[in-house]
């Protein structure tokens, strides 16, 4: 019982040093030191963190492929062109940039998921409010929280879905049944709010789109390598294929053809990406691993079964509820994680599974940590010399998430009124 406890210790602290970041401690620097911890002190057995660790290969190798296809697209000037394109179709309007971007931010999400959106979508948008000369808060916290706002349109907008459903993924017609609505009213909602508390920072004019930007023949490859990872990604979730690999070998060969006709050397680019996220990542697969071993599952049993002799609508929002605010405090990923074993352990009911993915999903936009799209965001924003605190984003999350979560419960019972 005694290691329990200190199990439970070890994984909240790290948690709560992830999420306050103090004397400006990077995120990876508390995980990793929380399960270093638990290693060292024998409350996880190596071996189980081990597979623990190789439990995220898929997650690593997708967040390879993603984060090369950024550094190809940002070194070849891809993030410069659709900068210009999108100022200039902005027209001086902030209102017209803002939803703009958003629109962006949904079709990436949707077909190449939410971690694109921050790895791939941030990066121009800050090049854009920078020609643009605005403000950037909205249109960051648009990147934000578009990518999770529509992030269970399709079953490979968010890793966390495969997570959730495992081995019980519903086909892609009963998947578009199930979210269309859902998803709709998240993303509707999410852009209300969102424009309304932004309101002061999208009034006057956006000034200047600076000098005319061609895109080069390298940065023309680079544009194609990203669509056509996102086609990819479409007809492995078609097949019901691990999307890691095949989305980690297109980038390595997208990236292979441009450093090769451009006589590149690839240092540049290797030492660019955020290699740090890797090991952040991991280390909560073993966090996990280590809270599963103290309990955690049959906890999470044991509380399912109590509220399943609720009314079955009343169950589904009291767990989603739990779950929406629960993945800012321990990570959307962890979360899920449990969320998603502990439903297979049971038949529980279509209703209460929706329920608690829409939460994994749109929950995090309420933290900066709620998500690892989130964090992958944050770490984007930092490599511009940008900085978004924990309490600017909470601001923004508490008035927005709430609203957003609650009218998508809502909308998620209209076709499945038990």
Sequence with gaps: MTSHVLIWAIAAASIVLMLFRPFGLPEVVSTVGGAALLCLLRLVPLPLAGHAVAEGLDVYLFLTGMMLLSELAKVYGVFDWLAYIAVKQGN????????????????????????????????????????????????????????????????????????????????????????????????????????????????????????????????????????????????????????????????????????????????????????????????????????????????????LLDVMKWPPAASAFAVGGALGFGTNLVNNLPLGLLAGATLQTAPFHQLLSKTALIAIDLGPNLSITGSLATILWLIAIRREGLHVSGWQFLKAGMLIMPVALAFTFAASLILDPH
Aim: proline fraction near 5%; hydrophobic fraction near 60%.
């Design 92 to 303: 001086g309007s902030p209102l017209r940039l803002f939803t703009l971007i958003y629109a962006v931010g949904i079709v990436v999400t949707v077909f190449m998921s939410n971690d694109a959106t921050a790895v791939v979508l941030t990066p121009a948008v800050l090049t854009a409010i920078s020609r643009a000369q605005a403000k950037p808060m909205p249109y960051l916290l648009s990147c934000a929280m578009i990518a999770n706002a529509a992030s269970f349109v399709l079953p490979i907008s968010n890793p966390a879905n495969l997570v959730v459903f495992h081995n019980a993924m519903p086909s892609l017609a009963k998947w578009l049944v199930m979210f269309a609505l859902p998803s709709f009213v998240s993303i509707a909602v999410t852009y209300a709010m969102l424009l309304w508390y932004s309101r002061r920072d999208l009034a006057g004019a956006t000034n200047g789109t600076g000098a005319h930007v061609e895109l080069t023949s390298a940065g023309k490859f680079s544009l194609l390598g990203i669509l056509s990872v996102a086609v990819v990604l479409l007809v492995a979730s078609a097949l019901g294929r691990d999307l890691g690999l095949p989305t980690c070998l297109s980038a390595l060969i997208v990236a292979a053809i441009v450093l090769i006709r451009e006589r590149s050397n690839p240092r540049r680019i290797v030492h660019e990406i955020s290699w740090s996220v890797l090991p952040l990542v991991a280390a909560l697969f073993v966090i996990v691993e280590a809270v599963k071993s103290a309990g955690a599952l049959a906890m999470l049993h044991a509380a």
